[in-house]
T-cell receptor
């Protein structure tokens, strides 16, 4: 079946603009995660959902960042009033069991959205 | 990724073995993972090991875990050019019951003929 998809793949925006990044998880996957990956770094956790409920948003850097998953499938990560320091690769991942079970060892990652703020 | 440390680069000749090392800090980690990232693609889980194991072998891949030293390694036998990628070590400490992985910075493996 299809893997995790993300759109757009590349986004260039001017400082101060809002951006919305979309993630389409694998069909039937319960959990959806957002990560941010700076150049030369590993993915850094932002937030995750079980179904439509946001379970943990402790990794969101500030209140300009928000995420939603209203129907428990597609998710949108929104960054308001973008700043140059927001430039990074934003990755989405999904897994079938929720992450509070011992079975949830595998997350399936999408290709990411490369965000550049000029 | 400051809780998980990896060397940044490894260069090997095709056909040799590669060993990628990782150290982590949380002794209560339950799962330890190796992910592979190829250019333009997402991270792909290569293998994982439970914290109560000390070795796991899967075809050309061997994972060794030294819990005392909090050291994890990934050995790739007969390394091929297609193995060139960035390899991420990750751990999942069971904080609050959510197994969210913490990733290292990644090791770039370069395989040359």
């Amino acid at each position: 079946g299809a893997g995790v998809s993300q759109s757009p793949r590349y986004k260039v925006t001017k400082r101060g603009q809002d951006v919305a990044l979309r993630c389409d998880p694998i069909s039937g996957h319960v959990s959806l995660y957002w990560y941010r990956q700076a150049l030369g770094q590993g993915p850094e956790f932002l937030t995750y959902f079980n179904y439509e409920a946001q379970q943990d948003k402790s990794g969101l850097p500030n209140d300009r960042f928000s995420a939603e998953r209203p129907e428990g499938s597609i998710s949108t990560l929104t960054i308001q009033r973008t700043e140059q320091r927001d430039s990074a690769m934003y990755r989405c991942a999904s897994s079938f069991p929720p992450p509070d079970t011992m079975l949830s060892y595998e997350q399936y990652f999408g290709p990411g959205t490369r965000l550049t703020v000029t | 990724g400051e809780d998980v440390e990896q060397s940044l680069f490894l260069s090997v000749r095709e056909g040799d073995s590669s060993v990628i090392n990782c150290t982590y800090t949380d002794s209560s980690s339950t799962y330890l993972y190796w992910y592979k990232q190829e250019p333009g693609a997402g991270l792909q889980l290569l293998t994982y090991i439970f914290s109560n194991m000390d070795m796991k072998q899967d075809q050309r891949l061997t994972v060794l875990l030294n819990k005392k030293d909090k050291h994890l390694s990934l050995r790739i036998a007969d390394t091929q050019t297609g193995d060139s990628a960035i390899y991420f070590c990750a751990e999942t400490p069971p904080s609050g019951g959510s197994y969210i992985p913490t990733f290292g910075r990644g090791t770039s493996l370069i395989v040359h003929p």
